[in-house]
Every structure is written in C-alpha cells, then in structure tokens.
C-alpha cells in the first residue's frame, strides 16, 4: 500500500497509473491526492478537450468505463475524475472487467470517500497488482502532533511542543480545518520559521494561558488558584471551551498518570514511550503522578464520569460555571 507522498512523487515524476482507487475514513488525503492529480497530469490547454470530473450519484459503472475507453483528444492521455464514488458502492463490482484491461492512455480516478472495497472480492485483487489502491485511514487525536509537524515540515517550518498541542487541543482531528489554519499561520510568519503560541494567539485567538493543557498542568500540579482561573476564563467562553473536550482531556491525561504509575523503568525515553507523549512534557506527568497516586486517580475517574453525566443535562441543569467549579473543587480536594 502506497503512502500519499510516494503517489505524489511517482506522479511528479511521470510515472502514471490507469486507475487510482482512493477509498477509506479520511476524505483529507483522498482529496490532496485527487486534487494534486486533477491539476497537474494535464496542461491547462489540454484540460478542456481530455478532463472530465463526475459525481458518482449522477452515473453509472458502464457510462464511466464507455467514457473511459475513450482516446483523447489532443493530449497523451485523458483523465476522469469520479468523485463521491462511494455512492456507486453497489455496482462497483462491475468495474471488475475494466481493472483487468484498462485503456492505458486513459488515467481514471476514483475518491471512494468513507469507505473500502471488500479486500477480499477479485475487484480489490485486480486494482492491487496493476494499478494504484490508497486506503486513507482515519487519524485518531493521538496521532494529530505529529500530522501537524509533518505538514510543516514540507514547508521547512517548525513548531513548537506547546504550540503544537494548542493546535492539537482546540482544532481536534478535523485535518482539512488544521491545514487551513497552519496554511494562515505560515502567511503571517515572515521571517521566521517556527510556530509558538504567541503566535497562535495573535492569528487564531486560541489563549495561550487560558486552555486544556494548562488546566491539566495547574491541576497536577494541585495549583487550586491557576485551576480556577483557567475554568472561569472556560465558563465565559464555554462555545470555545465545551465541558466534552475538558473532560476528555482530562481523562486522557489521568489515564496517562495510572500507566506512568505501572512502569517499573524510571528511564525518561521508557516513560515517555509507555505513555505517549512528547518528552518535552515529560516532567508535567512525572509531576502529576507523584500528586495523584492510583487510588486518587480511580476516584478523579469516577468524579470525570459523573460531570460528564451532568454537563449532558442528566440528573442536573447547571451552568458551566458552577460546572467547572465543581470538576476542579471535587478532583483537588
């Protein structure tokens, strides 16, 4: 299975394919692939006679394969584009005869979004030995750093760990929304070539004081005066902070203190492999074990669970403030 930037490479540098099948739980790399290919396969004055892009709610196995056979017109190659091809799911099979003898001067994209083919039919088989199968799996929050960092890295920009989890924190797994912000922040960068949080704060407006990371790190730390600041800043803005996102991180972070608490090598790099986390931050969860031991932590547990329970509206209606004042006051004392 190819990555995104081999299928770019090999296409930069001539290599094509008949058919690209692009399928799978994140439209995000479906679209950067189909895009990069839509607009530089052909010249710009070639794309009017031999580029065709259709929906696949508006046609059909057959009209695409019939259009497919087709030669070109004035360029070397043709090139169709079928988006939304997920919504021909129930016939994709008939594909089948196509896959095994293509028009080879024809290059035939699919974006089979939110989606896979069965992997274990002839159709799959057929598209896997010539041609180009991208299955685009869904990128879980854990592994949002690390997107981030790549996508700057292309562009030999860095950022730094705080403001990295800033971005992480308040945009989530949303990667089209992500690479439209980092694409705003390299606009305003000018010279430089890292990110900070200052930054963020300026361009995007997410506080560089006032979020999640910090609440975790004032409440490992059992500092009782920044915890409130931090959630009354939450509870006036609770559009921009939902209780959802705080407990979820909340708990994300306790989980991390209990496994910390299992792993017998003290040795920094073991640690923060066991737990996942960049070792920058190594030290606010050395912290934060040593003020939580498990017994502690099973009870913030229970405590994260039942504001869960009432920020849903069951068996309570308070505001966010009295919320939030009541998540910090039960997991500090």
Known sequence: MQTVQSILNEIKSGKTYPIYFLMGEESFFIDQISSYIETSVLEDAERGFDQTVIYGKDTSIDAIVSSAKRFPMIASQQLIIVKEAQNLSRTIDQ???YAQNPQLTTILVFCYKYKTIDKRKALYKALSKAHVVFESKKVYDSQIPAFISSELQKNKLQITPKANYLLSDYLGNDLSKISNELTKLQLVLGNENTITPEL???????????????LQNAIA???????????HYFSENPNQHPMVVTVATLYNFFTKLMTLHTVSDRNPKTLSRAIGVNPYFLEDYVVGAKNFPMRRISGVFQILRTI???SKGVDANLKPKDLYNELVFRILN
């Open 221 to 231: 730390q059992l500092n009782h005066k920044k915890a409130y600041q931090i959630v």
């Open 95 to 97: 594909l089948l005869p």
């Open 200 to 214: 963020i704060q300026e361009n995007i407006g997410i506080s560089k004081d006032y979020n999640n990371f910090e």
């Open 308 to 310: 869960d329970t009432k």
